[in-house]
């Protein structure tokens, strides 16, 4: 059989009409991060907010003219805002240097680096980076994970690895491994009660060995658990490597959201593009009744997206079933891969993916205070 080309899913792509303009929405140049793994096909289709409920049949329908194609298992389209919508204000306490920001040896077999970060801690930032890197593995991905919370680190109890990292032969680390990842944090190398009482240029240096001496080889995206907060471990990371993007988790209620717009903000001054928000906990249904309780309240992040003019990337409900598996190392995309729960972080997986899929390598900025 043929492989299947991206100008074959363009072909079939312009069988779609726009209702707007009434021409294709290849031709209108509506179709963008369009990717193809083995046979999984992912695109975005770029409309005005304005327009979203009216445009998910055009959206349905052209997932239907894609999954027609000869060899196609599955096909993922999103709908995005298209690129007049307004950047967030930024404050010009930091300014951002592209032409002189100097290069990075670090993580140079990496496609894509995206942050998942936010505000301010217990919203559910680790578990959501946790399952958005295994749902982007199930998509056929080539996915690392990095924790860079190194005061607080997670991801060896929510991932279930307690071994240590060996040395190589030439002196780098290998990368623990667990549900199709590639793992690092600071908490495979300490007891999990050890606290880290390190000042920030130790944080800063420890989070630069965790990208250049280990072998995290040829990965299509690494996923970066940021610790909350704006400090030393994000602007590190802004400043080292050049990020794709940078996903905001919040929880729907406003204090939450104060502090997810801090997260904007900062990601802003340092020319790191925000892929959207995901309103983690968005709802809670009983599972002995079936009543639905928005606990944090509903909608708060979708809300704040629009106001903003970035994308919302989607709700994941609040569900013991996802602090269960996250506390017993078997996250919910991994244990559950068939069930709501990871479909909900699956569609988020394909969102970012659509967002950063093509997308050309930015040199890191270089961060000078005024």
């Not at 179709?31 to 055009?58: H, Q, T, W, Y």
């Not at 924790?147 to 680390?173: C, F, H, W």
């Not at 905001?248 to 790191?272: C, E, H, W, Y």
Request: overall charge negative; proline content about 7%; glycine content about 8%.
């Amino acid at each position: 059989m043929t492989a299947l080309s991206k100008d074959d899913v363009r072909a079939a792509l312009s069988t779609i009409i726009d209702p707007v303009s009434g021409d294709d929405i290849v031709t209108n140049g509506m179709v963008s991060g369009l990717f193809i793994k083995e046979r999984n096909i992912g695109f975005a289709i770029e409309i005005d907010p304005a327009d979203a409920n009216r445009m998910e049949p055009l959206r349905k329908a052209a997932e239907r003219a894609v999954l027609a194609l000869n060899g196609v298992s599955s096909v993922s389209a999103i709908l995005t805002a298209h690129n007049e919508a307004p950047a967030p204000r930024t404050e010009p306490t930091v300014r951002s240097d592209r032409q002189t920001a100097p290069a990075t040896s670090l993580l140079p077999d990496v496609e894509a680096i995206v942050a998942v970060a936010s505000g301010k801690g217990g919203v559910g930032k680790s578990t959501t980076a946790v399952n958005l890197a295994v749902a982007l593995a199930s998509l056929g991905q080539r996915v690392g994970i990095l924790d860079a919370d190194v005061y607080g680190p997670s991801l060896p109890r929510m991932l279930g690895v307690t071994e240590k990292p060996r040395t190589l032969k030439n002196k780098q680390i290998a990368p623990l491994e667990a549900h199709g990842l590639k793992i690092m944090s600071m908490g495979f190398m300490v007891p999990e009660d050890t606290a880290m009482v390190w000042r920030g240029p130790m944080v800063m240096g420890a989070l630069e060995q965790m990208m250049r001496e280990v072998a995290w080889g040829e990965l299509d995206m690494l996923v970066v658990d940021m610790p909350p907060g704006t400090g030393d471990a994000q602007l590190t990371m802004a400043q080292r490597v050049p990020l794709a993007g940078a996903v905001i988790v919040s929880t729907p209620q406003d204090i939450a959201l104060i502090d997810a717009r801090k997260g904007m903000s900062m990601f802003a001054k340092v020319n790191v593009p925000v892929l959207g928000i995901i309103e983690n906990m968005s709802t809670f249904i009983c599972p002995k009744c079936g009543e639905r309780t928005d606990i944090f309240g509903h909608g708060g992040a979708r809300a704040e997206a629009e106001r903003l003019g970035c994308d919302f990337l989607g709700e994941i409900p609040l569900d013991v079933a996802i602090r269960v598996t996250s506390d017993s190392g078997q996250p919910i995309t991994a244990s559950e891969p068939d069930g709501p729960l990871a479909a909900a972080y699956r569609d988020v997986a394909s969102t970012v993916l659509a967002r950063t899929s093509g997308a050309t390598t930015r040199p890191a900025p270089n961060i000078s205070m005024d």
